[in-house]
């Protein structure tokens, strides 16, 4: 018998699970177990995937619900892994404590470079595994070098066709083979979502405001990401909106609403505050918002593919200046968004849903930012890159790579062409070290 074992970190992951299975996705098994896994930083404080509204219309579809949390205390889910030698006892214990037995066990997590997913991979050592991508990460590169032994083992990436006909870069160094959960699939599990039995705000066809807690990534700072807020509220108001609603991440400081409050008391806007934990979808399906205003969070994607919602984004060109380091794994989202995407100061873009760039040209662009961020991983791209480069970087694509990058990488658009050999010169690189070195050293005196 073959048990099934689906690793979810957020209601979003779970929902993308459960329109795989409703469209055959996966093959029949004798069990299928939703293991959540609660990544939060404090997960003591916040409701795991399990307790969240909405939840109990997803559960139905596996037999059984259990806690990675709970099966590894006192350890946090991720910053912890088996040590090599430990793998086996682990693999005993688990098999004990789930009842899994001798059979024969099947894997479907997402983020598998990095742990929990990772830690789980590790521990079933024969077990086939397919990565579900929940959002747009999985359209670029593999975020860490996989050991071969994990990812060999990985049969296929679904994915959500949040933008259409593009290819995702995620594990295409061991040629796993996209493939798409349908979308009726997907919205028909959202639309299970809408009956949460909590109460929302009753606001018809707002402004929509999404916050992410990027401060918490370290990617802005608290004040920063207050402003960033501020910033949408005033682009909801600069297109004509008057009744706002905000729907801060569940994890972020009640600050980030009180200063939002007192700049929309200034403007003169009626603000509603989200305070319960549901999916953007849902809000999408009960308000059926005038429009989407966010910075690069998957669910502008979703309002305007799969809603037809107008969006707009604010921020993604501090982002793309402030990343680091250059292959953050935010950046191909954040590249998708921004290219993708109009900014509130245009209406007739937002009006006609139109961003900077086609989804052909996004193709192109998003292979040579990701052959930028990995060139380890993804050395086959290089030739893309290098013919991208020279042909169509210019004002507009610029933003999106950095020349210091460029010139380490020796390609189009870093140090002049006559003195392109120098990044890839040893002895100009030995050089460079020993600089470094005796600057460090002489910084410490």
Request: glycine share 8%; aromatic share 6%; proline share 9%.
């Amino acid at each position: 018998m073959t048990t099934q074992i689906f690793m979810a970190s957020t209601l979003y992951g779970a929902a993308t699970l459960a329109a795989a299975l409703d469209s055959g996705c996966f093959a029949p098994a004798g069990r299928r177990i939703l293991l959540v896994s609660n990544n939060a930083t404090t997960p003591e404080t916040t409701p795991a995937v399990d307790e969240m509204p909405g939840f109990e219309h997803l559960r139905p579809r596996f037999d059984d619900v259990l806690s990675w949390n709970e099966a590894i205390f006192p350890f946090h889910p991720g910053g912890w892994e088996p040590r090599p030698d430990d793998v086996p006892l682990w693999e005993r214990y688990l098999r004990l404590a789930w009842e899994i037995g001798d059979d024969d066990v099947a894997l479907a997590v997402e983020s598998l470079q990095v742990n929990p997913a990772l830690g789980v991979a590790q521990i079933f050592t024969d077990a086939p595994v397919t990565v579900y991508a929940d959002g747009l990460m999985s359209y670029g590169p593999t975020r860490n070098k996989i050991d071969p032994l994990v990812g060999t083992r990985v049969e296929r990436l679904l994915h959500l066709d949040l933008v259409p006909g593009l290819e995702p870069l995620l594990l295409t160094e061991f040629g796993v083979a996209p493939e798409v959960v349908p979308t009726p699939a997907f919205t028909k599990v959202l639309a299970e979502l809408v009956d949460t039995g909590v109460e929302l705000p009753d606001v018809t066809e707002p402004a929509l405001l999404l916050g992410q807690y990027l401060s918490a990534l370290n990617i802005l700072s608290a004040e920063e990401e207050e402003n960033l807020h501020v910033r949408m509220l005033k682009g909801a108001v600069h297109l004509g909106h008057r009744r706002v609603v905000f729907k801060p991440h569940p994890t972020a400081p009640a600050r980030f609403t009180r200063t939002l409050e007192e700049e929309a008391e200034r403007l003169g806007v009626d603000l509603a505050v989200v305070d319960t934990p549901v999916l953007a979808e849902v809000l999408y399906q009960r308000m059926r918002p005038a429009l989407v205003v966010g910075c690069f969070s998957t669910a502008l994607l979703t309002a305007s593919a799969l809603y037809g919602l107008p969006v707009a984004r604010v921020g993604t060109d501090t982002l793309l200046d402030r990343l680091t380091p250059y292959e953050n794994s935010n950046r191909i989202p954040v590249t998708v968004v921004d290219a993708l995407l109009p900014e509130p100061t245009d209406p007739a873009a937002v009006a006609g849903r139109r961003g900077t760039m086609t989804a052909d040209a996004l193709g192109d662009l998003v292979r040579a930012v990701g052959f930028t961020m990995q060139p380890r991983i993804l050395p086959g791209l290089r030739p893309e890159a290098e013919r991208y480069l020279s042909t169509r970087l210019d004002g507009g694509t610029r933003r999106y790579f950095k020349k210091k990058r460029l010139t380490s990488l020796g390609l189009p658009g870093g140090v002049p062409h006559r003195l392109g050999f120098l990044p890839r010169n040893a002895t100009v690189r030995k050089v460079a070290r020993r600089a470094r070195r005796l600057r460090r050293t002489m910084a410490r005196r």
